[in-house]
């Protein structure tokens, strides 16, 4: 690995998760049993760097953050983990695409190759347990834990697999980063919607970090890229052969960048370098506009949520983990389509209402009306018509955030300012993004 990936994987540092899952585990003794399982999915060295990164060089750091529990034997839950197979069988993969090449991916061959390739399974397993956990409400807390001990497993399988991307492993490799990026949403999610779950953190601190994990992970995906085209996983990369219906809000958030552009240049007060950091993200949202607007693209909305992180230099990052409005006006519009993609994808349900609210709750007065578009988005329960069959209208909850209160509480944007909406974007952002 060259020192440029190494010096993209630093981004993050590992901060121990204080036992996320104690509630969760105490439902169960079986998950906190220290038995050995006959199938744990890594190498004897895996586990030792998997249960102590921090004792050694942590190439990957990205991924160590996720990991929630130092044990690495755990319980033999062979019937559980055959009903969770059973539920991806016949749900669960469903939720990662309307395509019939790729759900059958998913559905028959990537089992088949999670069987020598240990750490697929466990996340295979992972993200089905969130799913159960999604949709039981009364197991909520079990299923949850289910998952983190997979997910925890995949994590520490993959780790050792990234040392040296071989094109055996590859497919493995990109179906387990792919997977393990939602569901880590997922997991994430829970934890700060559910209190039984674990302690709520910062939506600000959760979402950088699984910016640096999609960064991490595109780091590594692009390496693995070129020995999947033929694999059982190529449907995932390949354009549809049939046109998929377009996603218009996505011309709507378009056509709104440029008051933000007008706004950002109109700044006085603002630093050059910081002013610049803040024009060269919202220039990244080119790359995920033309990522997730092809004729025959699906997945539109997760397609724009994956893209536009993946391309975002440090100095943004770091101007939007001190809470600065700018940046935080910036991700407003990011966070838009988050609430056009909860209907359609369980795993991301919470994550628009929470972010909105972070970027309202810390931006000052002066910055409210580069971010009243954004709050004022049409709640999304009316952005898709009710006979998609990905639509799950959620319910509603007393902790969600009312978009209208938050429309009231802004100022509105002046007629000045309105007239620089046909301003161009700026041209100015790394091209790192590889689309298919």
């Known amino acids: 690995m060259g020192e440029s990936q190494v010096d993209v994987l630093v981004l993050i540092k590992r901060q121990k998760r204080p036992s996320a899952t104690s509630l969760a585990l105490h439902s169960d003794p079986a998950l906190t049993s ?15 760097e998997g249960s102590s990164p921090s004792s050694q060089s942590d190439q990957f750091p990205f991924l160590s953050r996720f990991i929630h529990r130092s044990e690495e034997k755990q319980a033999d839950l062979w019937a559980r983990d055959l009903e969770l197979i059973h539920h991806w069988t016949v749900e669960a993969h469903y939720g990662l695409s309307q395509r019939k090449d790729i759900c059958h991916a998913w559905q028959r061959e990537a089992p088949q190759q999670a069987v020598v390739h240990t750490y697929l399974m466990h996340e295979i397993l992972a993200f089905t347990a969130f799913h159960k956990a999604y949709k039981n409400i009364e197991q909520r807390p079990y299923y949850y834990a289910c998952g983190i001990h997979h997910q925890d497993a995949a994590i520490r399988g993959i780790r050792q697999m990234l040392h040296n991307v071989t094109p055996y492993e590859a497919p493995a490799i990109f179906a387990t ?33 699984i910016f640096h994990l999609m960064q991490g992970m595109g780091s590594m995906l692009s390496i693995a890229r070129q020995h999947v085209l033929s ?12 046109p998929i219906p377009a ?33 060269e993200s919202i220039a990244c949202f080119r790359l995920a506009f033309e990522l997730a607007s092809g004729e025959t693209t699906d997945n539109r909305e997760l397609r724009f949520l994956f893209g536009w992180p993946l391309n975002l230099k440090p100095a943004y990052l770091s101007y939007l983990r001190e809470r600065r409005p700018g940046a935080l006006a910036v991700l407003s519009h990011y966070v838009t389509f988050f609430l056009i993609a909860e209907p359609k994808h369980w795993y991301v349900e919470g994550w628009g209402d929470r972010l909105m609210r972070a970027c309202r709750d810390n931006v000052d007065p002066s910055w409210m009306p580069a971010i009243q578009w954004a709050m004022s988005f049409p709640d999304h329960t009316t952005l898709h018509n009710s006979s998609d069959p990905w639509f799950h209208p959620k319910q509603a909850s007393p902790d969600e955030v009312d978009l209208s209160e938050m429309q009231r509480l802004s100022m509105s944007i002046s007629h000045s300012e309105q007239s620089h909406s046909r301003l161009p974007l700026p041209e100015t952002c790394p091209s790192t993004l590889q689309t298919g």
Request: aromatic share 6%; charged share 20%; glycine share 2%.
């Open 34 to 48: 220290s038995t050995a399982s006959p199938q744990e999915g890594t190498s004897a060295t895996a586990n030792s």
């Open 247 to 279: 996603q218009p809000l996505l011309q709507t958030l378009e056509q709104q960048l440029p008051v933000l552009v007008a706004f950002i240049e109109s700044k006085c007060d603002l630093a050059e370098p910081e002013r610049v950091a803040y024009l």
């Open 177 to 209: 980063s792919t997977l393990l990026t939602l569901s880590v949403f997922a997991s994430t999610g829970f934890e700060a919607r559910f209190p039984e779950t674990a302690e709520s953190t910062s939506a600000i601190d959760d979402i950088l970090n």
């Open 231 to 242: 694999s059982f996983i190529a449907p995932m990369i390949r354009r549809s052969s049939e």
